[in-house]
């Protein structure tokens, strides 16, 4: 199989599957000479980790990273960094009577036809349970890009029920199981998910990201534009089904002049009056808030009976058992900040191997 690695400069390749003894990866192109050490790996896992609340799956793995290699007296050496993480609570037997059974929603069907065979426990090389190695390679991006970028993400809907936008607040996004930043509305999910989960059902979500102090001029015009990357590595997490960057699909509705960012003087260096755009121009950032949100289907485990088929053509329901989130895209906050920090820190390296030390001038870079 390939395809299991992204990024150019920066690059993070994945390996293992959700019930076999590990899942790890390798983070290829990171500096040399940076601080790091399993410490500051292990608070973004902490955030991602199942089974903190009875809104996630209740699997409970302890997701301690160990560092194998590319660190020496805790500095990168700038060798390939080898990270690995031991799967601790697999229920494989879970699985067994799905094995000839394509759970529908699921990637079942749509691996066996391309591979000829799959493994059904938890889903195997697709389960979302690879996004942990993503979050582990996130901390080491973020080291890369420096104290000024500063990377956060909230939930913003659950099913129906989104967020109230004028009370946003991003010091509330670690103080409830939702990584909500509107506290208004964490009784409303609560209420609402206790019942989706009681009635065997799940349902999909919308995380906000935003990443702030990027320098201008990352990115390319055409075949390297920063959003374009930034899109496709969203697209990348399991269970996501749309990307906006900027006002997104809002931009169709809005006229020319609407949807533009005028620009004026200030200080000596060029402001943005808004930020339509997200932060990124002709595929370069702007120097603005790099702004993208994403949206996360319902989980397609669910105990509700599915009509299905199986490897034999039976027609049949099928009722996926085992310990699953009712809402999957909880958790995919810190993934989505994580692929946001591998993006940008894979363009910072390639803006300096193309520029060097140039500085714009005038954008204040």
């Known amino acids: 199989m390939s395809h299991n690695s992204f990024g150019h400069l920066f690059r993070v390749t994945s390996w293992g599957e ?33 089974g903190q609340s009875r809104f996630t799956t209740q699997r409970r793995e302890p997701d301690q990273v160990r560092i194998l290699s590319g660190v020496f007296e805790g500095r990168t050496t700038g060798t390939p960094i080898s990270l690995l993480i031991e799967n601790a609570d697999q229920r494989s037997k879970d699985y067994g009577d799905i094995a000839d059974r394509y759970r529908p929603g699921h990637a079942d069907w749509a691996y066996e036809a391309k591979y000829g065979l799959r493994d059904p426990r938890g889903g195997g090389r697709s389960s979302a349970r690879e996004t942990a190695v993503r979050v582990a390679a996130g901390a080491v991006a973020r080291l890369v890009l420096g104290e000024t970028v500063r990377i956060r993400g909230a939930l913003v809907r659950i099913g129906r029920h989104a967020i109230d936008e004028a009370r946003w607040n991003w010091d509330e996004v670690d103080r409830n199981p939702f990584f909500c930043p509107d506290p208004g509305t964490v009784p409303v999910w609560e209420d609402y998910l206790d019942g989706v989960r009681k009635a065997g059902s799940s349902v999909g979500a919308v995380i906000a990201l935003e990443a702030t102090g990027v320098p201008p001029g990352l990115g390319a015009p055409l075949y390297g534009k920063l959003d374009a990357d930034l899109a496709g590595a969203l697209m990348g997490i399991n269970a996501v089904k749309a990307v906006e960057i900027g006002a997104g699909f809002e931009a169709a509705t809005l006229t020319g002049e609407d949807n533009a960012d005028p620009m004026r003087m200030r200080d000596g260096a060029v402001r943005f009056e808004s930020n339509h755009a997200g932060g990124i121009l002709g595929g370069i950032s702007t120097g603005q808030p790099v702004l993208a949100r994403f949206a996360v289907k319902p989980t397609s485990s669910i105990l509700t009976p599915v009509p299905s088929v199986t490897r034999d053509g039976a027609e049949i329901e099928v009722a996926t058992r085992g310990r699953h989130d009712p809402c999957v895209g909880i958790r995919a906050v810190p993934v989505g900040e994580a692929m946001l920090a591998c993006v940008l820190a894979d363009h910072l390296l390639r803006h300096r191997g193309q520029n060097g030390g140039r500085r714009d001038r005038q954008a204040g870079a």
């Open 18 to 50: 959700s019930h076999g003894p590990a899942i790890g990866g390798v983070v290829d192109g990171c500096p040399p000479g940076l601080r790091l050490s399993e410490a500051d790996i292990q608070p973004f896992l902490d955030r991602r980790r199942p």
